[in-house]
Nanobody
Framework: QVHLVESGGGLVQPGGTLSLSCNAS????????MGWYRQAPGKEREMVAT???????NYAQSVKGRFAVSRDTAKSAVYLQMNDLKPEDTAVYSC?????????????????WGQGTQVTVSS
């Protein structure tokens, strides 16, 4: 089991910046990917940004060039720097972790999400 706790978020004006942090605890040694998802009211949850243990990053097209994801594997933490925020970025942002457990020659993948933190972009 992996437990994820986010911090950061809040209310910001359009064009502003916010930073999110997430710390993982529990069976963190099996984590191979961490990142962020978001869900706006009335919409499905979508991937925002992910980063692998090897440092490979993936971004949603809508946030490329504005958001930056980073990892601290030693601390089992992931961060999201959000710049030039837009009203359409308003959502609940949840930390994400993917882990793979090896057992009897088979791989068992698990996905974990934090409880989420509200980000509101409004003037």
């Amino acid at each position: 089991q992996v437990h994820l706790v986010e911090s950061g978020g809040g209310l910001v004006q359009p064009g502003g910046t916010l930073s999110l942090s997430c710390n993982a605890s529990g069976d963190t040694f099996n984590i191979d990917v961490m990142g962020w998802y978001r869900q706006a009211p009335g919409k499905e949850r979508e991937m925002v940004a992910t980063v692998t243990n090897g440092g490979m990053k993936n971004y949603a097209q809508s946030v490329k060039g504005r958001f930056a994801v980073s990892r601290d594997t030693a601390k089992s933490a992931v961060y999201l720097q959000m710049n030039d925020l837009k009203p359409e970025d308003t959502a609940v942002y949840s930390c994400y972790a993917h882990s793979v457990v090896l057992s009897w020659g088979a791989q068992f993948p698990y996905d974990y999400w934090g409880q989420g933190t509200q980000v509101t972009v409004s003037s």
